[in-house]
């Protein structure tokens, strides 16, 4: 017996038809809630720019709920805050939602 594992970033499973029949786990925002935020807190606070930001809590909370479950986005959300590249109160007004708005904003 054999046990074959596959892994999809994406919401929709592909359609993979190899004869056998597949099962399949969703991984959903709520299961790594806990994580998004230990992940996030423990960013914010090494941040020598953001752990001291007037509103550091605000950005906590808005960092989390923003990710939608995906700590690449928030990773990718400190880096950039952490490099000037965006200014932190302009976030805090207007989120970039999902990964494709923050690459493109990147760019």
């Given at each position: 017996?054999?046990?074959?594992?596959v892994v999809?970033?994406?919401?929709?499973?592909?359609?993979i038809?190899?004869?056998?029949?597949?099962?399949?786990?969703?991984?959903?925002?709520?299961?790594?809630?806990?994580?998004?935020?230990?992940?996030t807190?423990?960013?914010l606070?090494?941040s020598?720019?953001?752990?001291?930001?007037?509103?550091?809590?605000?950005l906590?909370?808005?960092l989390?709920?923003?990710?939608?479950?995906?700590?690449?986005?928030?990773?990718?959300?400190?880096?950039?805050l952490?490099?000037?590249?965006?200014?932190?109160?302009?976030?805090?007004k207007?989120?970039?939602?999902?990964l494709?708005?923050v690459?493109?904003?990147?760019?």
């Amino acid at each position: 017996m054999s046990t074959k594992a596959v892994v999809f970033s994406r919401l929709r499973v592909p359609d993979i038809d190899d004869g056998t029949q597949w099962e399949h786990l969703s991984i959903e925002e709520i299961d790594v809630a806990d994580d998004i935020k230990s992940f996030t807190s423990a960013k914010l606070d090494t941040s020598p720019k953001l752990r001291n930001h007037r509103a550091e809590d605000r950005l906590l909370n808005t960092l989390i709920h923003g990710s939608e479950g995906m700590i690449l986005w928030v990773r990718l959300m400190i880096s950039e805050l952490e490099n000037n590249h965006w200014n932190v109160d302009a976030v805090l007004k207007k989120l970039l939602k999902g990964l494709s708005a923050v690459y493109n904003g990147i760019l």
